[in-house]
């Protein structure tokens, strides 16, 4: 066999299943070295992405009660598969996750792909502990995404779930259209490209952007209040502030990979969130 080899089963996996439907995605679970020794010699990929990982739910809150399986799932799993794969010369990327950084960069246009993470909540420390091991070895790609942005209505989809929020945090940050995401991860792979990428549209995203182009272009009925991180933290709606942060996009380019402009992703997608919603209505007219 050959192809990509897909690891988590879960929203993102799937996602890359329908849209690259000749990978293939691995049900066995990896609990040790030989699962993933295993799982290699009889598939033979060319190359492994692992979309694998905890984030908690509801919210990664849950990762600061049950830290182990957070651990296990975050840093041990990856790292492992990494070493599998490079005694098998398969060829790895890793989703990891831009929330390691937190608040204002040394750089004033944004984080970069190489500067050392702060993270502060359990979940992104785990995250951010198998980006430190990973970053530097060969053969070895990781495609850090923010806040994804979806056309289909999920729990998952950050559409959905902001707003569903009555209180929205009126910040900047960088964000990652789905679709986006899926070609660049496919691109990564099959180009073999090696270190650290921010999976990010290009420009920041202001919340208040973003609403504004929800009632124009999904809902005109939609309304909320806005709210400080700080306030946030201090009235308990968050057991620990959230990563709030602008990464710069700059190495994906030196393999020939972009990503649309902010703005017309966002407004694309949002076209289609909402003709997927009126389609969900139709279907379903009591809920």
């Known amino acids: 066999m050959s192809g990509i080899l897909v690891f988590g089963n879960g929203w993102i996996g799937n996602k890359f299943i329908e849209r690259y439907p000749e990978a293939r995605m691995s ?6 070295l030989s699962d993933m020794a295993d799982v290699l010699d009889r598939e033979e990929p060319d190359a492994v992405i692992n979309c694998a990982g905890l984030t908690g739910s509801p ?14 799932a975050n840093t041990w799993l990856p790292i492992m598969m990494a070493n599998e794969c490079h005694k ?7 989703l990891s ?8 960069s040394p750089d004033p246009k944004g984080w970069l792909e190489f500067d050392y993470p702060n993270p502060a909540a359990y979940y992104s420390k785990t995250k951010a ?8 070895l060969p053969n070895v790609a990781i495609a850090r995404l923010r806040i994804p942005m979806d056309p289909m209505p999920s729990p998952k989809n950050s559409i959905t779930k902001i707003t569903s929020y009555p209180k929205v945090i009126d910040v900047k940050n960088s964000v990652t259209v789905v679709e986006d995401l899926l070609s660049v991860m496919k691109q990564l792979a099959d180009k073999r490209a090696e270190g650290a990428f921010h999976v990010v549209n290009p420009e920041p995203l202001a919340y208040r952007d973003l609403m504004d182009w929800y009632e ?7 309304s909320n209040d806005w709210i400080s991180e700080e306030e946030m933290v201090k009235s308990g709606l968050t057991a ?18 972009h990503m649309r402009p902010t703005e ?3 407004k694309d997608v949002l076209k289609q969130y909402a003709e997927n919603l009126n389609r969900e209505k139709s279907r379903n007219p009591q809920s």
């Open 88 to 94: 098998a010369g398969v060829h790895f990327t890793h």
């Open 97 to 104: 996750s831009g929330c390691i950084f937190y608040g204002e």
């Open 27 to 32: 049900t066995i679970m990896i609990e040790k």
């Open 129 to 136: 502990a198998a980006d430190l091991v990973l970053a530097d």
């Open 59 to 72: 919210n990664v809150d849950w990762c600061e009660t049950h830290q182990h399986e957070t651990m296990m």
């Open 216 to 222: 124009e272009i999904v809902d005109p009925n939609h």
């Open 264 to 266: 017309e992703a966002m």
């Open 240 to 257: 620990k502030k959230r990563s709030t942060n602008i990464l710069q996009n700059t190495r994906l380019a030196e393999y020939g990979i």
